[in-house]
């Protein structure tokens, strides 16, 4: 029985990276390295403890829905 493997193309190897960039602007993380190879990557990280525990709730719902579409006012009309 042979085994088909999943390959990255280029083009998704470019909304990988489209999407860490946009978590990373939502987030409280810093993108160390990365690497994409052929069927996986890795990804290293740092999450600035400091800057995410001086978030208020608003700013954490705020960012949320940067990735979720999506307002303040729906969430805070029940909405969400």
Do not use: P
């Not at 493997?5 to 978590?23: G, H, I, N, P, Q």
């Not at 987030?27 to 403890?49: E, G, P, R, T």
């Amino acid at each position: 029985m042979t085994q088909s493997r999943k390959t990255f193309s280029c083009l998704e190897d470019d909304v990988f990276l489209s999407l860490l960039r946009a978590l990373r602007s939502a987030c409280v993380f810093d993108i160390c390295a990365y690497a994409v190879m052929s069927n996986h990557y890795h990804v290293v990280l740092h999450v600035d403890q400091s800057r995410a525990k001086n978030w208020t709730q608003e700013e954490v719902v705020e960012r949320w829905l940067q990735l979720y579409q999506g307002s303040l006012s729906t969430v805070k009309n029940g909405l969400i």
